[in-house]
């Protein structure tokens, strides 16, 4: 398949060495001091004013995210359309109006009043994973009559999807979408949601097309005619030296979406490792425990004590408000400048800010004991990371299945139900996952959202920021832990004293089982050491009696 090349634009700073450090980019226009900025253009809301959108993917994480900012920033967007399916037996209208009780609208809820949101934000029944996205004649031609902008969010993030399911959401349902913006007579402008990490065999990743791992229309025929359990009995072949489903089927989007470069207003937007707000509207809000913030929660319950990871190495993490930004910009730098050479965006970060894995578990460890603890912390959070895969699975057996299988009969004796062993049995396949990733190394040159930086008026840079200036960890990192705390785990905020106290208790415990632990250990040393004392002495003792006895027969004798 012929992949056509994104312009590349030249002058990328070269990394620098050290963790947690942030690289400027190249020097930023002079900012506009002394300035009204209010009285600067937004063109970002000008060009997405009267427009109408089409988003799937609008009830996951980054679509939700995608969704307020544009009702809260672009106030004067004409229509969005969400594809909704149907869930537990909730229709797309209901599931709209649940979708707004989050807290993560309650910003936008002081701007704008239910009428109008129902108004602006309308649900299209349908199914990515489905032929012809499981929608009715009837809206497909309401939204090739109307349709403007399309954002392609959806897509299974699970990597353990089994790979039928995967191609037929991640891929097909792709070139469905693609086939329905073909027919959309207004279109402008085609985003399609992709991932940093879908070409892993390039260490080095530049914003340019790479060719898929194989070809997606003689994947998605096989997929659709043989049997789940056919596929899966193939799957490791089919897949190749890639490690999951997810990074294959996303790879071979990516080459649907190139076959369409020429013909359709397309764009790839390659996000990393997307983890809760930095800024806004919610500080540290997710509605996942996935990537690091998951992480944070196991570590800090006491439950994962060990992990096989390269210490030293450094993953590319991308705030989900920094990435919806970089999303904006690139669709008013298509449509409003027409820059129809930058097709390709990485939304990324460890070019310019990296933080080590090591770092990222120190700095969350302390916060979450000295600040921001979590309720019923199982034990006090501790262990390490090691480099020995041996070590590892010794640590795995050790201090996570040996502890879940005694609390576990424990509780099944108090008469309650086990959890603790399937819990670490979800931790353990986690960790495959998580292995592969943070045991290589990938870096992701973003010369072309640089470029975005160096256009955008003080205004504009402030509401799309897609920078890391003023980024303190510490502070991140306590308002990914305090979201999670009430969004993900609902432990309300007035529950912090007495895990606070908890904690403390739990640090003595831990102490004192330390102590109990090495004092045995020693112990036990010292009494084997005794024992073989005393076994050495006897065998000494023996050979001289032997000996003795020997010289006393032969004396005799003679």
Not at 80 to 109: A, D
Not at 191 to 205: A, G, Q
Not at 242 to 254: C, D, R, V
Not at 437 to 443: F, G, L, R, V
């Amino acid at each position: 398949m012929s992949v056509p090349n994104a312009v590349l634009k030249n002058g990328h700073n070269p990394k620098m060495n050290g963790t947690a450090k942030w690289v400027p980019p190249e020097p930023l226009p002079e900012r506009e001091e002394g300035v009204d900025i209010s009285k600067l253009p937004n063109r970002v809301a000008d060009t997405l004013a009267g427009r109408v959108i089409f988003i799937t993917g609008g009830t996951g994480f980054m679509g939700k995210v995608l969704l307020e900012k544009i009702l809260r920033v672009c106030s004067d967007v004409d229509t969005i359309y969400l594809l909704i399916r149907s869930k537990k037996g909730k229709e797309p209208r209901q599931r709209v109006e649940e979708l707004f009780s989050s807290p993560l609208f309650g910003k936008l809820k002081t701007q704008m009043d239910a009428a109008t949101l129902a108004r602006k934000v309308v649900g299209i029944p349908g199914d990515v994973s489905e032929l012809n996205l499981g929608m009715s004649q009837e809206h497909r031609q309401l939204l090739i009559e109307r349709v403007s902008i399309v954002y392609h969010a959806a897509a299974t993030i699970r990597f353990d999807e089994p790979l039928k399911r995967a191609v037929l959401l991640n891929t097909r349902g792709t070139k469905q979408v693609l086939e329905l913006a073909e027919q959309m007579k207004k279109l402008e402008a085609f985003l399609h949601i992709s991932t940093s990490y879908c070409h892993l065999k390039e260490r080095v990743l530049y914003e340019k097309l790479y060719p898929p791992p194989a070809d997606p229309h003689k994947i998605i025929k096989c997929v659709e005619w043989l049997e789940e359990d056919v596929v899966n009995a193939m799957t490791k072949k089919i897949l190749g030296d890639l490690p999951n489903t997810y990074a294959f089927t996303k790879a071979l989007s990516e080459g649907l979406v190139a076959e369409k470069m020429d013909t359709l207003p397309v764009l790839i937007l390659r996000p990393s490792i997307v983890i809760p707000v930095w800024r806004d509207p919610l500080p540290g809000w997710t509605d996942n425990i996935n990537g690091p913030t998951g992480l944070l929660i196991g570590a800090g319950k006491g439950v994962i004590r060990t992990m096989y990871c390269n210490q030293e190495g450094y993953a590319d993490y991308l705030p989900v408000d920094i990435a919806v930004n970089g999303i904006l910009l690139a669709t008013w730098n298509y449509i409003a400048n027409e820059n129809h050479g930058n097709r390709v965006y990485h939304l990324t970060s460890s070019s310019e800010f990296q933080i080590t894995w090591a770092e990222i578990i120190d700095r969350g460890r302390r916060i979450v004991t000295e600040k921001v603890p979590l309720n019923g912390v199982v034990w006090y959070p501790g262990g390490s990371m090691k480099k020995s895969k041996l070590l590892h699975n010794i640590c795995v057996f050790f201090f996570h299945l040996l502890p879940a299988i005694l609390l576990d009969t424990l509780i099944f004796l108090s008469g309650n139900k086990p959890v603790l062993l399937r819990v670490q049995r979800r931790i353990n396949k986690g960790f495959e996952v998580f292995e592969y990733y943070a045991n290589n190394q990938w870096d992701f040159k973003n010369e072309n959202v640089v470029q975005l930086r160096k256009i955008i008026n003080e205004r504009e840079r402030r509401c799309f920021k897609i920078d890391g200036d003023e980024l303190d960890l510490d502070i991140y990192i306590t308002d990914c832990i305090l979201a999670a705390r009430q969004y993900i785990l609902n432990e309300p905020l007035e529950t912090l004293p007495a895990a606070r106290r908890h904690m403390k208790i739990m640090y003595w415990v831990d102490v004192i089982a330390k102590l109990i632990f090495w004092g045995l250990l020693l112990w036990t040393l010292a009494s084997w050491s005794e024992n073989i004392l005393d076994a050495i002495k006897g065998m000494f003792n023996m050979v001289g009696y032997i000996v003795s006895s020997g010289g006393s027969k032969m004396t005799l004798g003679h």
